[in-house]
């Protein structure tokens, strides 16, 4: 992981141009002008701060090692948009939700994840408000009006296709929907399989519905082994020390059905690209080596209560581990600090396993 960091830290970053004249913004020549975020609470840098919900991170210690504080971010410290920006040269957008959120600051993007959101509009009730994919398309929608006082029309275009959407999200359309089969019917009416497509063509019409609206780079996460985040772990139906491997199995269906669905997209859309993230190979890798990514502990959370610590996810003021950098999990839910720098860094530079059928730097350029 050190090695990793180090070539991360020699990137020569691309500094955002984006020149303001009497109102109107021009798009320079810079790679990427601006991230659009889209998802879930592995992506939410403080949009929950401002809705109704028990989903919420902005207490101690949530944001212990990050500079800001406890901002909103379900982590230690930096999110996944932060470290893609920092490799990128793009600062992290603002969430959506804040109401400071508006004319310059959102010149470099917009991020509208809400925690225990998912695909479908259902996912995450139980939790209290959240914005939902759906929901997150209409916001963006929104930010087109702002831009259109900002920018004449061959500009804004030129903007949107040159900037990045980045959509993490699904896992919560499983965790938060179809393993609580007390709280919603879908897994009293869908086999695993079917309820995976669903998925699937429920995303393909939100992405579609994005690129009508002008975005032409696309950056779409699988969801991850969910069989072996300590919440699922700490499972009475989970082996004892092992992940839950009949949960890894069930998200299957989705991923294989997006990677199918990005190169449906790029063969409908030649103007486009889209590109899937094998979030489930590359934390899979990390928990079957952790040795080689510098990690210790991979089966309990670093902030967080009962069994494998995923029973009560992280408390307010709860005393985290002293060695979070060794833990690739930070909560019940979501990986820490440290791993998720490691699958950024993947997302940005690794080969076609990792990203498909491009990584992110090579989609920047295009």
């Given at each position: 992981?050190?090695?990793?960091?180090g070539?991360?830290?020699?990137?020569?970053?691309?500094?955002?141009?984006?020149?303001?004249?009497?109102?109107?913004v021009?798009?320079?020549?810079?790679r990427?002008?601006?991230?659009?975020?889209?998802?879930?609470?592995?992506?939410?840098?403080?949009?929950?701060?401002?809705?109704?919900?028990l989903?919420?991170?902005?207490?101690?210690?949530?944001?212990?090692?990050?500079?800001?504080?406890?901002?909103?971010?379900?982590?230690?410290g930096?999110s996944?948009?932060?470290?893609?920006g920092?490799?990128?040269?793009?600062?992290?957008?603002?969430?959506?939700?804040?109401?400071?959120?508006?004319?310059?600051?959102?010149?470099?993007?917009?991020?509208?994840?809400?925690?225990?959101?998912?695909?479908?509009?259902?996912?995450?009730?139980h939790?209290?408000?959240?914005?939902s994919?759906?929901?997150?398309?209409?916001?963006f929608?929104?930010?087109?009006?702002?831009y259109?006082?900002?920018?004449?029309?061959?500009?804004l275009?030129?903007?949107?296709?040159?900037?990045?959407?980045?959509?993490?999200?699904?896992?919560?359309?499983?965790?938060?929907?179809y393993?609580?089969?007390?709280?919603?019917?879908?897994?009293?009416?869908?086999?695993?399989?079917?309820?995976?497509?669903?998925?699937?063509?429920?995303?393909?019409q939100?992405?579609?519905?994005?690129?009508?609206?002008?975005?032409?780079?696309?950056?779409l996460?699988?969801?991850?082994?969910?069989?072996?985040?300590?919440?699922?772990?700490?499972?009475?139906?989970a082996?004892?020390?092992r992940?839950?491997?009949?949960?890894?199995?069930?998200?299957?269906t989705?991923?294989?059905?997006?990677?199918?669905?990005?190169?449906?997209?790029?063969?409908?859309?030649?103007?486009?690209?889209?590109?899937?993230?094998?979030?489930?190979?590359?934390?899979?890798?990390?928990?079957?080596?952790?040795?080689?990514?510098?990690?210790?502990?991979?089966?309990?959370?670093c902030?967080?209560l009962?069994?494998?610590?995923?029973?009560?996810?992280?408390?307010?003021?709860?005393?985290?581990?002293?060695?979070?950098?060794?833990?690739?999990?930070?909560?019940?839910?979501h990986?820490?600090?440290?791993?998720?720098?490691?699958?950024?860094?993947?997302?940005?530079n690794?080969?076609?396993?990792?990203?498909?059928?491009?990584?992110?730097?090579?989609?920047?350029s295009?």
């Amino acid at each position: 992981m050190k090695d990793i960091k180090g070539l991360c830290e020699n990137m020569v970053l691309l500094i955002l141009m984006l020149l303001c004249f009497n109102g109107v913004v021009e798009v320079n020549s810079q790679r990427v002008p601006a991230l659009f975020v889209f998802g879930d609470s592995v992506v939410d840098v403080g949009n929950n701060n401002f809705l109704r919900t028990l989903a919420r991170s902005n207490f101690y210690p949530y944001g212990i090692d990050y500079s800001k504080g406890n901002t909103g971010r379900f982590s230690n410290g930096k999110s996944l948009i932060d470290f893609i920006g920092d490799m990128l040269g793009v600062p992290s957008p603002p969430p959506f939700l804040d109401p400071s959120s508006v004319g310059s600051k959102i010149l470099n993007g917009v991020n509208y994840a809400s925690a225990s959101s998912g695909i479908l509009d259902d996912s995450g009730r139980h939790y209290g408000e959240r914005h939902s994919l759906n929901r997150q398309v209409l916001n963006f929608e929104s930010t087109l009006n702002q831009y259109r006082t900002m920018m004449n029309a061959t500009t804004l275009n030129q903007y949107l296709a040159k900037s990045l959407a980045i959509v993490v999200t699904g896992s919560n359309d499983y965790i938060n929907n179809y393993l609580l089969p007390g709280l919603y019917a879908s897994s009293l009416n869908y086999s695993a399989p079917q309820f995976g497509n669903l998925l699937v063509n429920s995303y393909m019409q939100q992405i579609q519905a994005l690129y009508n609206l002008g975005l032409r780079k696309f950056f779409l996460a699988g969801i991850g082994p969910i069989g072996c985040i300590p919440n699922q772990r700490a499972s009475p139906l989970a082996p004892l020390g092992r992940c839950f491997d009949l949960l890894n199995q069930m998200v299957g269906t989705f991923n294989t059905g997006l990677r199918s669905m990005v190169d449906q997209m790029n063969k409908d859309h030649p103007d486009s690209i889209s590109v899937y993230g094998n979030t489930y190979g590359i934390f899979g890798d990390i928990i079957n080596n952790p040795s080689a990514y510098e990690f210790n502990v991979i089966d309990r959370a670093c902030c967080g209560l009962g069994r494998s610590g995923g029973q009560i996810s992280c408390l307010p003021y709860q005393l985290p581990c002293a060695n979070r950098n060794q833990y690739v999990f930070w909560d019940a839910f979501h990986p820490t600090q440290s791993a998720v720098y490691v699958f950024a860094w993947r997302a940005v530079n690794g080969p076609e396993n990792d990203c498909h059928p491009i990584n992110i730097q090579q989609m920047a350029s295009i």
